[in-house]
């Protein structure tokens, strides 16, 4: 008479059966994030080197545009995600063909992270010394020669941990973007979770997030501390 | 080399600097002294274009920095070296890097700025601590290595902004040595801002006393502090605790006689007694200057003063505290 199977090989079979998808979805959630983090990056930073050029304390001031950055940033910083998601998808469209999956996601994602990463970075570079400024004016630096030569690397360490700040909380917006069709972990979680009943799905997707948060600060810490 | 002639400054409403002028000869040193908030950063700052000025002119090396453009500027600043009360050097570079950092500014190609940069920390006796992060260096330490970061670039004109202030009285002497010595070396010329009255002493054959954003005194600093004009005394001098019988008289002895016993003498010849209150030794740049401030009874002050008077000595009286009289 043929042994039944014991719950641990069930549970070793269902898992089995789950882990193409889990894995599938898992890598949708990076590529979300990290394409995400990637171009906000790029266009925060642009927008922060901005702030810090036209700020009140900045190298080059100029009252009218900062204050015109700063109600930009504030708007875009208060806007639900889950609405900018549905309002910004003729944009969507427009860049990547298409509305659904996790390619249309990061085009929301971005969009919602640039105003944060804005502030996150020009928080760090008003954090550089401003002696240290002075000295390099005194030298004889521009502006550009004191942005990347001298705000940039002084304030890189702090930046890297805003970049683990980023990429979690794009993690959390990329679940949402899930829900309306994104793709990733957290669709996968809503859809099979959620609307079907299959609790362990769930719960794998969850830690599964858990995890990738974890690694995320872990790196992003121990970058820290190299640089410093 | 440096002419500033009428210059105001003002933040808002507050006035920070009133109608100053100056000269800096080329290869001198010359003083801005006075206390915190008297506007001696600000002045400066103007000389190097750090700051902007309301009205007034600033001639540094026959250019006027006011009306320099952006570019025309970046140029003048090159020739002044600066260094800062504090250092100012960029923690994420270590010491060579933070030397080399003029240099990269200005696209010296790599093989001189390491020349370069090893010259400079032997003239200023770090070529071991080229690997180091500042962190890891003391406070005298890293104001060597801003000024050889100061004088990458071959400066004329080295600005010092409280550049001791934040050292203990020791580093304080080898940096101003250090500073002397370039002086003399290089021919540099040195505006050093303090409000530390000792460094100026030391160091200053001519200073500028600043007061609340207007120029209280200027020339030749032993003169200046031997016999200040009215209304300077407060600024630069000690109080000295008094006695409150008698009439206290401060006394400056010129260096041909500061090594004489002339306290002793004066109160054998008057015969009559008086207590000292207070003194001190001040050096001069190569000169050492006697203070004392003594106590006689009123009805002794004029036979006092007149052997004074007969000996060319320096004094003032001192009435409770506020100096009213003087005679240099």
């Not at chain 2, 409403?13 to 001198?28: F, K, M, P, T």
């Not at chain 2, 002294?33 to 009205?55: F, I, M, P, Q, W």
């Amino acid at each position: 008479m043929p042994e039944a199977p014991s719950s641990f090989a069930l549970w070793l079979e269902r898992l089995a059966a789950l882990t193409p998808e889990l894995l599938e979805s898992s890598l949708d959630t990076l590529y979300m994030v990290f394409f995400s983090s990637f171009f906000s990056l790029l266009a925060g930073f642009a927008l922060a080197v901005c702030m810090i050029l036209t700020g009140p304390a900045g190298l080059n001031p100029r009252p009218g545009i900062y204050r015109v950055l700063d109600v930009a940033v504030n708007l875009g910083r208060s806007f639900p995600f889950i609405i900018l998601l549905i309002a910004i998808i003729p944009l969507t469209r427009l860049i990547t063909g298409t509305t659904i999956g996790s390619a249309a996601s990061i085009v929301p994602l971005t969009v919602a992270a640039i105003p944060f990463v804005g502030r996150l970075l020009e928080a760090n570079f008003l954090e550089v010394d401003r002696g240290v400024l002075e000295a390099a004016r005194a030298f004889g630096a521009n502006n550009a020669q004191i942005i990347f030569k001298v705000i940039l690397p002084e304030a890189l360490p702090a930046i890297v941990l805003n970049v683990a700040v980023l990429a979690i909380t794009l993690l959390g917006y990329s679940a949402m973007a899930g829900a309306v069709g994104g793709g990733g972990l957290g669709d996968l979680a809503i859809k099979y979770g959620y609307n079907r009943f299959q609790v362990d799905v769930m719960i794998y997707a969850v830690c599964i997030l858990v995890l990738m948060v974890q690694i995320i600060q872990s790196v992003c810490n121990f970058f820290y501390k190299k640089l410093r | 080399m440096i002419q500033v002639e009428n210059l105001h400054k003002r933040y808002g409403e507050r006035q920070v600097l009133r109608d100053i002028s100056l000269q800096v000869e080329a290869g001198e040193i010359f003083g801005i002294v006075g206390h915190s908030g008297a506007g001696k950063s600000t002045l400066l700052r103007c000389l190097n274009g750090l700051e902007k000025y309301d009205s007034g002119t600033v001639v540094v090396m026959d250019q006027e920095v006011g009306s320099l453009a952006e570019k025309k500027l970046l140029t003048l600043r090159r020739r002044m070296g600066m260094i800062f009360q504090t250092f100012n050097l960029m923690e994420r570079r270590n010491v060579f890097e933070n030397v080399a950092f003029p240099l990269e500014v200005w696209h010296t190609p790599k093989a001189g700025i390491r020349d370069r940069v090893a010259a400079l920390l032997r003239l200023v006796g770090l070529e071991d601590k080229a690997g180091e992060r500042p962190a890891n260096l003391s406070g005298g330490q890293k104001q060597r290595v801003g000024i050889a970061r100061a004088l990458a670039l071959n400066p004329e004109i080295l600005l010092c902004d409280e550049a001791t202030s934040a050292l203990d009285p020791r580093t304080t002497l080898s940096i101003l040595d250090l500073l002397r010595d370039i002086n003399a070396r290089l021919n540099l010329t040195i505006i050093l801002v303090t409000h530390q009255m000792e460094v100026v002493k030391r160091m200053c054959r001519r200073t500028l006393i600043l007061d609340n954003g207007l120029a209280r005194g200027t020339g030749e600093t032993a003169e200046l502090f031997l016999a200040p004009p009215p209304g300077l005394r407060r600024l630069i001098h000690d109080e000295y605790a008094h006695i409150s019988q008698g009439v206290n008289i401060r006394l400056g002895f010129p260096k041909e006689i500061a090594r004489e016993g002339i306290i002793s003498s004066m109160a054998r010849s008057l015969d009559l007694d008086f207590s000292i209150v207070g003194g001190s030794l001040e050096r001069y740049q190569e000169d050492v200057l006697g203070f004392l401030v003594i106590n006689v009874l009123p009805e002794h002050l004029e036979k006092t003063l007149d052997y004074l008077r007969a000996r060319k000595l320096r004094w003032q009286v001192l009435d409770d505290g506020q100096p009213e009289d003087c005679h240099a």
